[in-house]
């Protein structure tokens, strides 16, 4: 399994709700990413995992809560969204060190109201 | 901090003329540099990377450390050649910076 799988594909939330965007993939890679790529602009790195371990947080409002459970899942969890949230939300896994290549998922199409 | 810039948001060739992306780059470490595409309704895909030094899709990238830059070349466009590029940065840490893109149109 080469992909990196992502659901749901569409969300519509309210500002009070809470939901999670799960990633997953099977290709035994060590490192995952968030990103939040909004209309007509590039990806914006929100975390890293690596190793299971967040190692890098880009500043990102706590509304957005991720979680790596294990080595193949990687959830974010979404609590108080504002309207400006609403974006396409990536996932990528690479291997192990920075010159290996990002697997991209398909990406989550989130809408707040 | 780092960044990527790519001065070209719209680039429009013809079939058959050679093409250049352009891509610079300002990091104080040593970069990891990569070109990645993203075709209509598809996800974002490496196209390729300096570390490989290959060609992929007849399309070539290197770096040149004394003008930080990272530009994309191929000789001769084709029509499915039309698609988002990305040209992106990872720091040894593992932090990815993407340029804001380049769409690249080739007329028939």
């Known amino acids: 399994d080469t992909e990196v799988t992502q659901t749901p594909k569409h969300l519509v939330m309210g500002m009070t709700n809470k939901k999670s965007l799960k990633c997953e993939q099977h290709m035994g890679h060590r490192a995952m990413y968030w990103y939040k790529q909004k209309a007509k602009k590039p990806p914006e790195l929100m975390f890293v995992y690596s190793y299971e371990k967040l190692s890098i947080n880009e500043s990102v409002p706590s509304r957005f809560s991720p979680e790596c459970p294990n080595s193949s899942l990687l959830n974010l969890h979404l609590h108080a969204l504002q309207p400006e949230d609403s974006a396409l939300y990536l996932c990528?896994?690479?291997?192990?060190?920075?010159?290996?290549?990002?697997?991209f998922g398909p990406g989550t199409r989130l809408t707040v109201l | 901090a780092q960044r990527v810039t790519q001065p070209e948001k719209l680039l429009s060739v013809f079939k058959g003329a050679p093409v250049e992306l352009k891509c610079n780059y300002s990091y104080s470490g040593s970069p990891e540099l990569f070109w990645y595409v993203q075709y209509s309704r598809q996800r974002l895909q490496l196209l390729l990377r300096?570390?490989s030094r290959e060609s992929i899709k007849g399309f070539t990238a290197d770096l040149n450390k004394g003008e930080t830059s990272f530009h994309l070349k191929k000789p001769f466009a084709q029509e499915e050649d039309s698609a988002m590029y990305y040209c992106?940065?990872?720091?040894?840490?593992?932090?990815?910076?993407f340029g804001d893109g380049t769409t690249l149109t080739v007329k028939p």
């Open positions: 992106a940065l990872t720091t040894n840490a593992g932090k990815s910076t």
């Open positions: 990528a896994s690479r291997d192990r060190g920075p010159a290996d290549t990002q697997y």
């Open positions: 300096h570390i």
